[in-house]
């Protein structure tokens, strides 16, 4: 009977740590400490989010999630919809132009 238990959770246990799946996001606009904050805090209570990495200087990050509750369209989205681009995901102009000057292009930015 203890074999059976063990065997039982030992499968169970399997079959849910193979619906994790990693992706790696491609943030190219993120220019600033603000900006790895805002996309962490975008996509991190995200139901099915389990962990978020991002890395400033590499302008990249990697999120680990449950794919039977959330998809990579979705975490983009989420990622877009607060004005930053990700992976092949242009920003949304609207929530671009709310971001703080710091959190900005360069090339948008007008110090005149």
Same mark, same amino acid.
Do not use: H, W
């Given at each position: ?53 991002? &890395? ?14 959330? &998809? ?15 992976? &092949? ?20 930015? &007008?110090?005149?």
């Amino acid at each position: 009977m203890r074999l059976f238990l063990i065997i039982v959770s030992t499968s169970f246990l399997i079959s849910c740590s193979s619906e994790k799946t990693i992706a790696e996001l491609k943030l190219d606009t993120m220019q600033c400490l603000m900006c790895s904050i805002n996309v962490e805090e975008a996509i991190a209570d995200l139901d099915g989010v389990k962990k978020i990495e991002v &890395d400033l200087k590499s302008k990249s990050g990697k999120v680990t999630y449950k794919a039977s509750l959330i &998809d990579l369209k979705t975490i983009e989205e989420a990622i877009v919809s607060i004005g930053y681009d990700v992976n &092949d995901k242009v920003a949304d102009p609207d929530a671009y132009e709310k971001l703080e000057i710091c959190c900005k292009k360069p090339k948008d930015v &007008d110090l005149d």
